[in-house]
Each structure stands twice: as C-alpha cells, then as structure tokens.
C-alpha cells in the first residue's frame, strides 16, 4: 500500500526539524508497513527537494500552490492520503483526494478556539468531505459531533508514549550537572505559544520561590513567545531561575523529565478535554 501524508510544517533538506520531535521517527516506523510512505511537507528555502530514506519518500515543496499540485501528482500513484490536521493540510488533501479520486483520512488531535467563523466552517467541510476521520480522544469525538460529523466515521485512537524511552531510570546525571538544577526544578515541555499558557506558568515562579528559593523552571521548546517569555522573567527578576533550553531532539526528552521534580502542563487548552 502507498500512502501521501500531508503536514504544513516547514522543513529543511536535511529534516532537521522532523528530528526535533518524535515526526521522522514516527514516519520511518510507518514506512515498515506499507510499499511506500510518501510525507509532503512545506519547503523552507523555497526550492523543491526529495529525500529517499529507503520506504520513506519526503517531498518539500515551496509554497501552497505547488504543495497542492505535488498532492495530486503523489497523490495518483498512492491509494490513500492522510492529513495531519483539518486546516490547510486538510484541504489540501480534500482537493487532492477529489481529483484523484482517493479516500482521505483526516486526523484531529486537538482544536484552536480563537478562530474566525469562516476558518471554522473551512474545518467544518474539510472534516464532512473526509473518508474517515482520526480522533485522540472522546472530547475531540464529542467536538465534531457537535459540528454534524457523523461519529460512525471516526475513529479512536489515543496517543501513545514509548515505554523504551520514558523510563524512571534514565541516566538524566549531564541535564543536571550541565544546567545545574537543584531541588526543586519544574520542567515544561513544548512549543511557546499562547494556547499552552506558558505566560501563566512564568508568572507563578515567584510565588514558587517565595517558599523554595532554589527552585527553577526548565522551559524545553521554542516558539513565537520566547522574547516575550525572556523579558517577562526579567521584569519578574526570575531570570537566573528560568532556563529557556530551546529545541532539542526527541531521544533526549527522558533525561529532562528524568532530572525534574515537577513537569508542569500549563495550557489553556488540550485535546483531552
């Protein structure tokens, strides 16, 4: 079986980016299963490139006028197309699969409130003009059956953690000793940006200090926020208790969360309701 997955993420020619998360590695246990596994992702030096990692076909395209003509053209020699979310990769595939005449899956693993009502309804149609309809968890479900999506369409399927790698005995000794945490340290990881609150999270650690003053907060991701985050611990005079460590591969994840006291999980909103 071959199958096009569509992401409106931007990526380099070396996929550095999909490295920094759990994606390639996602993408290359896939490709195991299937003749081939083709991942369309968006271009971010403008240019065209492929990149052949054996079963694993992942196409950069520069723009979304090319990235919709590449879907239809993968799309004609593949038998389903899956779009990693609703928005513009999920129209991308309803357009693509409408051409091409191949079914399409639309997965949804959690949904952004401050949208305009023409964006909800452009989500609304991608999900009715879907094939089948990928659910993470029961609040996602109950969501889109209050749009008007039929339930017997989607399909649940939780997210899932990699026992190999998330283990209490991880040698997390170099995070210590290389940041210098003490007890306590929080720990939180993910993307800085407003959805997940991370503001909220900066603005409590003095209250956190006022009782233990060794505490520090350990902020693993990166985003739009950060310099906005950095002057805020700044005016918060927090800014030797925070660390921003930015973006790291996905294998090293355990070795934080194995050196923390506390992960904290800020955000404002989440698929699991």
Not at 23 to 51: C, I, M, P, W, Y
């Amino acid at each position: 079986m071959r199958v096009l997955h569509i992401m409106r993420k931007p990526a380099s020619r070396d996929l550095s980016e999909l490295k920094v998360g759990y994606d390639l590695q996602h993408f290359k246990a896939l490709s195991t299963l299937l003749e081939e596994n083709h991942v369309l992702l968006q271009s971010k030096d403008g240019r065209r490139h492929t990149v052949k990692l054996g079963r694993l076909h992942v196409h950069l395209s520069p723009n979304l006028a090319t990235t919709l003509l590449d879907a239809i053209l993968i799309a004609a020699r593949c038998h389903l197309i899956v779009a990693l979310n609703p928005f513009a990769a999920g129209l991308i595939a309803i357009a693509a699969g409408w051409v091409t005449r191949r079914p399409v899956l639309i997965s949804v693993h959690g949904y952004v409130f401050d949208v305009s009502y023409a964006q909800w309804m452009l989500r609304r149609f991608v999900c009715l003009r879907s094939k089948l309809i990928r659910v993470n968890s029961r609040a996602v479900r109950r969501m889109l059956s209050s749009w008007g999506v039929d339930e017997d369409k989607m399909r649940l399927v939780s997210d899932r953690v990699d026992l190999s790698m998330f283990r209490p005995d991880v040698d997390c000794s170099k995070v210590k000793e290389g940041l210098g945490l003490k007890w306590p340290t929080l720990l939180y990881v993910g993307s800085l940006i407003e959805l997940k609150g991370v503001e909220t999270l900066l603005r409590a650690l003095p209250l956190v200090k006022r009782r233990f003053p060794d505490a520090k907060l350990v902020l693993v991701g990166d985003g739009p926020l950060r310099r906005r985050l950095e002057e805020l611990a700044g005016e918060l005079g927090v800014e030797d208790s925070v660390v921003f460590v930015g973006q790291v591969e996905h294998r090293v994840v355990p070795e934080f969360m194995a050196a923390s006291t506390l992960l904290v999980h800020p955000s404002l909103s989440e698929s699991l309701g």
